[in-house]
């Protein structure tokens, strides 16, 4: 059983920042990667960050010296640092976590979504 518990969105001025935090409460098995993805209106599902449980990161392009993400292992809980918002970062923003299942599999969990609005 996964639960995913997502806080930190809201209403920004462009140029503004934000925190994203998303908890994970995960019974037997271990957490992988965790990472962020957003959606916005009209628009498929992208990716914004992801971090592994050794400390590697992975950012879209879109968001690269703007936004930082990190994670507590022992709180099993990832972050998203976002500055310099732009209102094209307006999006419904997802916590994705992947976690280690028997025989080498992998298991994708989401979060319910949290949504941030930049004005210009």
């Known amino acids: 059983q996964v639960q995913l518990v997502e806080s930190g969105g809201g209403l920004v001025q462009a140029g503004g920042s934000l925190r994203l935090s998303c908890a994970a409460s995960v019974s037997f098995f271990s957490i992988d990667a965790m990472g962020w993805y957003r959606q916005a209106p009209g628009k498929q599902r992208e990716l914004v960050a992801a971090?592994?449980?050794?400390?590697?990161?992975n950012y879209a392009d879109f968001v690269k010296g703007r936004f930082t993400i990190s994670r507590d292992n022992a709180k099993n809980t990832v972050y998203l640092q976002m500055n310099s918002l732009k209102p094209e970062d307006t999006a419904v923003y997802y916590c994705n976590v992947v976690l280690r299942l028997p025989i080498g599999s992998r298991g994708n969990y989401w979060g319910q979504g949290t949504h941030i609005t930049v004005s210009s």
């Open positions: 971090i592994t449980s050794g400390g590697s990161t």
